[in-house]
């Protein structure tokens, strides 16, 4: 048989799992595909074992025939250079010495055996028989992964209790089987989890035979599959780094982080899965959140435009603008804010989590309070003798309908709609406010309004809000981010409307 050509420079590392499975995905191959995937690697398979199995424990276990496996492990090799291979769950001495005589006839560059003896769930996952096999093994291997308890089988020791302990038992087995042993702290007891490379010959960083890199313990159950990832992503860093500990620092920082946010996969009942691909995803909804209000800002370029050619905004900037029209604006916006506040909080009892509950909570407590009482201070300033008290002051028309159509978005009821709707009035005035700046100055008339908006504080939760938002719209179906989208575009024809409203009334009058 032939194999395809090598090709030079760098590339994507060919890593082979040979393990059990696992159907509900967290462990095992299932794991370990996904865990090559989230590192940089392209996965194969070679199934040793099926087990019925899922977070609560195992089930059962059924070996195919052992010809089978040879039959696997060569239809991959016999047409794919494999640059690493990851050894999971053997099972039984015929497994192990059909996966031995492979390795010995295939020779591969970087071998890791995670050997998977008992499952956290207490299942034994290999025959007692069998350990002397896998120990066996060991000069083979590149690199051994195992957890407390199966260190203990393979130096033929109690369970080591401490870490210290367990480090001078990875290094017995480390010089008996010719191997690196990566030692993992998973269960150990404490708030850490370190991890350690034992190497008894030295040939580790400045000629250590110990190098240890530390990590603090997530406080979670979903701790399913974390050998078979570590060991799995191990393979694949390997090839990448070429040298184990970097391996380790990057797999080490991947799996805690894949351990933070497990919790968001809601898989199962027991001891569920860890997040894999936390941080690709992480980095693809950053991307598509700001794409999705960066998107909704292009389309409301024409309505910025008009607003920014508006005379209350022109006489804004430059000073000019008639204080009594200021006033009246003033009014009219304080009336708007009432409701905005009310607005601004029902956003907050509709959030989905305790953050953008209070994020929502302390706009809506901003809204009433610190512009109110700014503008209270200007409204009682640019108050003429022959005013009608502020507190009579009806609201206008373009105040009314942009009211009533953020209080339409709320008894819709639609969390996303109702924040898509919210955030113009955030948006243009942070974005006017950054622009106008450049015409405040002592004594300009507006100074403090023009300040107000451009305050960093109130960019920062411009920023925040963009950010929730776009969130929900990149997560949004397609039809609930049209009507996010066009929530947004009506709130900023509503800001413009509002903004044109007091001229437009007086030249009416
Ligand atoms: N709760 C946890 N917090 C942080 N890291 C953990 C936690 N549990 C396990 N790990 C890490 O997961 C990897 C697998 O460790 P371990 O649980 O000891 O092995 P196994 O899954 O084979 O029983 C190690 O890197 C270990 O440090
Ligand atoms: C098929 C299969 N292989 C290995 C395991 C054990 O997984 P591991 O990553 O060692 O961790 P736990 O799931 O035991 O915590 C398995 N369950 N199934």
New binding site residues.
């Given amino acids: 048989m032939s194999r395809a050509p090598d090709v030079d420079g760098p590339r994507i590392p060919r890593v082979l799992s040979i393990a059990g499975t696992d159907p509900s995905g967290g462990a095992g191959i299932q794991a370990d595909l996904k865990s090559i995937a989230a590192n940089g690697g392209y996965g194969m398979a070679v199934v040793s074992a099926l087990v019925a199995q899922n977070t609560r424990g195992v089930r059962s276990v059924h070996t195919p025939p052992v010809g089978f496996l040879r039959e696997q492990l060569e239809a991959v090799s016999d047409d794919i250079a494999i640059d690493a291979v990851k050894i999971g769950m053997l099972g039984s001495v015929s497994v192990v010495e059909a996966v031995r005589s492979w390795l010995v006839s295939n020779p591969v560059d970087r071998v890791v055996l995670?050997p998977v003896m008992i499952a956290?769930s207490g299942d034994r996952l290999l025959d007692a028989d069998a350990e002397d096999a896998v120990r066996a093994l060991l000069p083979l291997v590149d690199l051994v992964t195992p957890?407390?308890a199966e260190l203990a089988v393979l130096s033929g020791e109690a369970v080591a209790e401490i870490w210290e302990d367990a480090l001078a038992q990875a290094l017995r087995v480390s010089a008996a089987g010719r191997v690196t042993v990566l030692v993992?702290?998973?269960?150990l007891s404490g708030s850490s989890?370190?991890?350690a490379l034992v190497d008894a010959t030295g040939s580790l960083r400045d000629g250590r035979t110990v190098v240890e890199v530390a990590?603090?313990?997530?406080d979670?159950r979903n701790?399913h599959g974390?050998?078979c990832s570590?060991s799995s992503a191990m393979a694949t860093l390997g090839v990448r780094f070429g040298a184990w500990e970097p391996a380790l620092l990057h797999a080490?920082q991947w799996?805690?982080e894949s351990?933070l946010h497990s919790d968001e996969l809601h898989v199962g009942s027991g001891n569920g899965p860890i997040n894999h691909f936390a941080t690709l995803w992480a980095t693809a909804t950053a991307h598509d959140t700001r794409t999705v209000t960066d998107s909704w800002w292009k389309d409301i370029a024409a309505v910025r435009c008009r607003i920014d050619e508006l005379p209350l905004v022109r006489g804004l900037a430059d000073g000019t603008l008639d204080g009594a029209v200021f006033g009246d604006y003033l009014a009219q916006d304080a009336l708007y804010l009432r409701d905005y506040s009310r607005v601004l909080a029902a956003a907050s009892q509709r959030a989905p989590s305790a953050e953008e509950q209070v994020f929502w909570a302390d706009c809506a407590s901003g809204a009433i309070t610190a512009e109110m009482e700014l503008h209270r201070t200007w409204l009682a300033e640019h108050r003429r003798a022959d005013d009608v008290p502020r507190a009579e002051t009806p609201p206008s028309r373009a105040t009314s309908a942009y009211v009533n159509h953020l209080l339409a978005l709320v008894a819709r009821g639609d969390y996303g709609v109702l924040v898509a709707g919210l955030l113009p009035c955030f948006w243009i005035y942070h974005d006017l406010g950054a622009r106008l700046l450049k015409h405040s100055h002592t004594g300009h008339p507006y100074a403090a309004w023009l300040d107000t908006y451009s305050d960093p504080a109130f960019a920062e939760v411009n920023r925040r809000a963009i950010e929730i938002v776009g969130a929900v719209g990149a997560r949004a179906s397609h039809d609930l981010r049209e009507r996010m989208r066009r929530a947004f575009v009506l709130s900023a024809e509503h800001e413009e409307a509002f903004f044109a409203d007091p001229f437009d009334r007086l030249s009416r009058a």
């Fill in positions: 995670d956290t957890n407390l993992k702290g998973g269960h989890s370190p991890d990590g603090e313990r997530v979670t701790t974390t050998g570590l080490k799996l805690t351990l």
